[in-house]
């Protein structure tokens, strides 16, 4: 072989030499510069999706929030209304007298007085008891009763052979009339100079009244019936 032909082949093999290792070291370094590329453009993406995650969480959080404050309105509101109706109940339940009563009043007790010589007592009738009961209501009286049987507004007051109908009870002298109210105020209307009281002693009945600090009435016990009284229609 001819010395020129040697020496191109050394060179050749040289050149190829320094080729593949200029390439075989290159590699890494791409590789190095190409990989943190490619995380940093997966972390961006990762970055950015848990973001949007973050958000949707945030809308939600914000969305049953605004349920649950809603919510509690509503049960406030609703608390707020039941405890109102239970209110009313209890005062409408208070008036119509279903409920025992305690508080300061007077106690007035009625019967008729003994004549000696064997005079006949002078009988007393309905209409004097539904009248001293009455003068009660009109000084303010807020709950009555006539010997423990409790008086409405509907209460009637009958007479019966030798009886007294307080409602439907049977009743006979002599009375006790217990109302709660003012004290002073029930005394001071009994005791008028020529009121009610002071006729009912002018025919021969025996009256006196009692202030007291503290009356219990029982509840009103018979059946509340209306047959006829209809709530009226709203127009």
């Not at 509340?224 to 229609?233: D, I, N, S, T, V």
């Amino acid at each position: 072989m001819r010395t020129w032909q040697v020496s191109l082949t050394i060179i050749l093999l040289v050149t190829g030499f320094l080729a593949v290792a200029q390439w075989r070291a290159g590699q890494p370094l791409r590789a190095q510069v190409e990989l943190p590329t490619q995380r940093v453009q997966q972390l961006a993406v990762l970055l950015k999706q848990q973001e949007e995650a973050r958000l949707a969480l945030e809308a939600e959080i914000r969305q049953l929030t605004s349920r649950v404050q809603a919510y509690q309105r509503a049960v406030a509101e609703g608390r707020g209304a039941a405890e109102t109706m239970a209110q009313e109940f209890a005062q409408l339940r208070l008036i119509l007298g279903l409920t025992p009563v305690e508080g300061p009043g007077v106690v007035v007790r009625l019967q008729s007085e003994e004549f000696p010589g064997g005079v006949l007592p002078v009988l007393m009738r309905a209409a004097d008891l539904a009248g001293l009961v009455n003068e009660l209501w009109s000084a303010g009286a807020e709950a009555v009763a006539v010997n423990g049987v409790r008086v409405l507004a509907t209460t009637g007051f009958r007479d019966h052979a030798d009886d007294i109908l307080v409602g439907e009870v049977a009743m006979r002298p002599p009375f006790a009339v217990v109302a709660i109210g003012e004290p002073l105020t029930l005394q001071t209307a009994l005791k008028l100079r020529g009121g009610f009281v002071e006729g009912l002693q002018s025919i021969g009945l025996q009256v006196t009244v009692q202030r007291r600090e503290r009356i219990k009435l029982n509840a009103y016990r018979a059946r509340l019936q209306f047959r006829y009284a209809q709530p009226a229609k709203t127009q």
